[in-house]
């Protein structure tokens, strides 16, 4: 039998699960969230746009000047 938790019961249990647990989670909200932002559900706030456009800004100025995915990804696994 499948029980509704509410988000104040979802909210208590958190600190019982372990850090793999807790890492699912976790990527499940950062995927439904991009899936949101990406079909417009969602839009960045106003702080969010702003700093959007400043990174593209400066992407458009040196795009060279960056990392490629690999490089920050294995900067962040290291």
């Given at each position: 039998?499948?029980?509704?938790?509410?988000q104040a019961?979802?909210?208590?249990?958190?600190?019982?699960?372990?850090?793999?647990?807790?890492?699912?989670?976790?990527?499940?909200?950062?995927?439904?969230?991009?899936?949101?932002?990406?079909?417009?559900?969602?839009?960045?706030?106003?702080?969010?746009?702003?700093?959007?456009?400043?990174?593209?800004t400066e992407?458009?100025?040196?795009p060279?000047?960056?990392?490629?995915?690999?490089?920050v990804?294995?900067?962040?696994?290291?």
């Open positions: 039998m499948l029980v509704a938790m509410s019961d979802i909210l208590k249990e958190l600190p019982k699960l372990d850090s793999g647990e807790l890492q699912e989670i976790h990527d499940r909200i950062l995927q439904l969230e991009e899936e949101k932002l990406l079909d417009g559900r969602i839009k960045p706030s106003e702080h969010e746009r702003k700093l959007l456009d400043g990174e593209l992407y458009k100025r040196n060279d000047a960056g990392s490629s995915w690999a490089e990804e294995a900067r962040l696994r290291h």
